[in-house]
């Protein structure tokens, strides 16, 4: 009688690690089928509502910005030729190292009555202190300008590699029908790379949509801080968690219109020949105007924020460099660290094992654990800390707690919402290993362990590096999360930077602001090398 077969390690393996991500996401959900509480009728009544619009404010207005930045600046580099250009093609994506909450902390101290901006303006006109030119940008609108500012890169990026891809004669037959550089950019160019504009587009959504420490020091009530306020405000973990199940629908349909629109519109060249397109030269005022408009976003998302900070720091005496501050950054690092680690040993033997079990789950899988990136760090944590609870009531019985409150969710959630970028790193890796060269390590009887140990892992340490440096820039900037999963008195840089601003103490801040921008410089690095060899050899 043949014994039924039992399915492999490596074939169950991505099954159980997707069960472990979606088990927190899940939680939160089934909290909708719970009772309801006092406070979630009060919430209902009163201040729903306006999480819902002020959520949707946002959303609209970010998009909208970020598409007019991101587009237009990624259409000018790329098809004007002017001084300064090759400075811009790379320092456009600079924002990308500013986190929207430094850039609110730095607008606040920036534009405050007796700031920065106001005090240079009293000084160059000689007016009197009471004189106020720039006035309170501590609302929605200022949150606007900070999310685009910080998250227009995102469409930059992929909008410029579409327009490296469009060919000469594309742009030459708008020209034949008549058609001038605006409305070739508008009519034809843009249509065509809609389908990748829409997913830069979303990844600016998500990030407007996950983000707290900006709307929560601008005031603004979104379902962000109002699950944050819910559960430590009214202690009410429940209703926090329906809060956040809203929120996860919200983003899941954000998702869904993503993919949808990305499968219904895939627009290629009916040409299998590539022609460069042709740089036109501008001079004088054109070539000024062209570099401004490219120039104010890195002003304004990364210059501003970088010069204000350091400035805030040396006024503060260079004393930031205390015990608390290096406490802080060696407690980020050995998270960061931790994470990055973990995240790219997870996603190597993820893609290892879908190499070798080639089935019609693969890419579902692959896809479905990438989606925690999509997922607010706030509904994250609040998952966690609801599955660690519940493992702690019913498994470690008769104890004090164990794991709730522990640096395990901390980097649990840490590798849940950085996945993707790791898995990313090594979905290209392995496409550039031959399976030739698998068949010949298992003629050998090189199988399982051996072979990604001996063979695949040699081959893929720079995937392995590049990983881990993405998910550890990624990590020390996450707030949310740090700041409902960490330990009691477990401060972070970016904790730290949101305590110190919560109470108005900018110069404090100045340095754990510094240190995050300095390590969300390193995506940045990667990402203009992979730029610089973006575009097509000529033919």
Known sequence: MLKPSIPSFWAVLPFLILFLFLLPVLIVLFSLFSGYSENWAHLYNYVLV?????????????????????????????N?????????????????????????????????????????????????????LFPNIRNIYGAIAVFSFTLYPYIYLVSRAAFLNQSRSILEAGRMLGLNQYEIFYKLSLPIIRPAVIGGLMLVIMETISDFGAVDHFAIQTFTTGVFRTWHGMYDLTTAMQLASILLIFVATFVWIEKTSRKKALYTSGSSTFKPAKKIKLIKMKAVIAFL??????????????????????????????????????????????????????????????????????????????????????????????????????????????????????????????????????ESGFQRISFHLDDSARTLNSSGWNLLSRVHFPLLKTSFLTSILLVTSEVVKELPATLILRPFNFDTLAVSTYIYAAEERMFQAAAPAIAIMLVGLIPIILLTKMISSSRPMDK
């Open 293 to 426: 408009i490219c120039f104010i976003p890195i002003l304004i998302g990364f210059i501003l924020p970088i010069t204000e900070l350091t400035k805030w720091a040396i006024n503060y005496n260079l004393t930031f460099f205390d015990e608390k501050f290096l406490q802080a950054a060696m407690n980020t690092i050995l998270l960061a660290v931790a994470a990055g680690i973990l995240c790219a040993s997870i996603a190597l033997i993820i893609n290892f094992s879908i190499r070798f079990n080639k089935n019609r789950f693969s890419n579902f899988l692959s896809s479905f654990l990438s989606l925690g990136y999509a997922v607010p760090g706030l509904i994250l944590a609040v998952g966690i800390v609801q599955l660690f609870a519940l493992i702690d009531k019913n498994i470690f019985i008769n104890t004090d707690i164990i794991i709730t409150g522990s640096l395990i969710g901390l980097i649990f959630a840490y590798v849940i919402k950085s996945y993707a970028l790791a898995n990313s790193t090594f």
């Open 80 to 132: 004007y030729d002017f001084f300064g250009k090759r400075f811009l093609e790379w320092a456009l994506i600079l924002p990308l190292a500013t986190p929207p909450y430094i850039l609110a902390y730095t607008f606040t101290g920036f534009f405050d009555a007796y700031g920065t901006a106001n005090n240079i303006i009293r000084e160059i006109f000689s007016l009197d202190q009471s004189f106020i």
């Open 50 to 78: 306006d999480y819902i619009s002020n959520t949707l404010y946002l959303i609209i207005g970010v998009s909208l910005t970020s598409l007019l930045i991101g587009t237009i600046s990624a259409w000018i580099v790329t």
